[in-house]
């Protein structure tokens, strides 16, 4: 083609804020008696007494609500916010659908979220990766599910949006086996709604938990187990969905 068509496109890229994430990688994550064990993992952003607990309560109640802000490196949060916003801007977010392969369908009565998948190349995603892989180590090291990988979106509900109660994988398949959704929101206030309604194992309507999709929460729970439920957001809400799966191909959901 013609030099005239050089212009390039330009794609505004997060800002690099995560100057100071060479000092918090190396931290033991506020955690004094593993400091003085000496022992710390080799990048220190998972300490082991956490995953502990961790572990304990996914097999004690299939799931949990955490705070990942103290886990992950300075910056992170944001930098992951900055990142979907430009992916929504820029129009590369796209409706989610239920099921893979041939039963893929976009049933906008179940969900209307959109959705982009996360393949860890821009620098937050690299961060998060890191982060991703440790948390799989030490869930492995403790509870034998054969983690193998893991994959992540992006998802973005615009005010109205919901995804109604689901489970994240069908038992037996062995695919999506841990469940976990980060939010990125600053500042999300009751009247905004969006929040995540987890239920009992059982078929009791009751809600276990409700979890406000803040900025550093986190989910965590079993894919298979877990019924869930994403109410009507009235802002728009921001997450990352992540599943760790024991299939090194991909299987159907
Ligand atoms: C999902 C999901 C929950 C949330 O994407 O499967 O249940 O709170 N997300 O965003
Ligand atoms: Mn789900």
Redo the contacts with the bound molecule.
């Keep these: 083609m013609g030099s005239e068509n050089r212009t390039p496109v330009i794609i505004p890229l997060p800002e690099p804020r995560l100057e100071h994430s060479e000092t918090s990688l190396n931290r033991v994550a506020g955690d004094a008696a593993l400091a003085g064990a000496g022992m710390p993992q080799a990048a220190g952003l998972v300490p082991e007494q956490w995953l502990d607990r961790l572990a304990d309560e996914l097999s004690e109640q299939a799931w949990l609500e955490l705070d990942l802000s103290a886990r992950l490196p300075d910056g992170l949060l944001p930098a992951l916010l900055n990142e979907v916003r430009i992916l929504e801007r820029t129009d590369a977010m796209s409706r989610a659908g239920i099921g893979r392969g041939a039963d893929r369908v976009k049933d906008r009565s179940v969900r209307r979220d959109k959705i982009s998948w996360l393949d860890g190349y821009t620098e937050p995603q690299a961060r998060l990766f890191e982060f991703l892989n440790q948390l799989m180590a030490g869930l492995n090291q403790r509870l034998f599910l054969g983690l193998k990988r893991y994959e992540a979106h992006y998802a973005t509900y615009q005010p109205g949006d919901f ?1 109604k109660r ?3 994988s069908f038992r037996g398949r062995a695919s999506r086996m841990i ?1 976990l ?1 980060l939010y990125l929101n600053d500042d999300w206030r009751l009247e905004d709604g969006g929040e995540l309604q987890v239920f009992t194992t059982s078929d009791e309507p009751q809600p276990l938990g409700l979890v406000r999709p803040e900025a550093g929460r986190a989910v965590l729970f079993l ?1 298979e187990e877990v019924p ?1 439920e ?1 109410l009507p957001a009235r802002r728009t809400r921001y997450s990352i ?1 992540c599943w760790f799966r024991q299939d090194e191909v991909p299987l159907p959901l």
């Design positions: 995804y689901h489970l994240d469940s959704v894919s869930h994403v969905a």
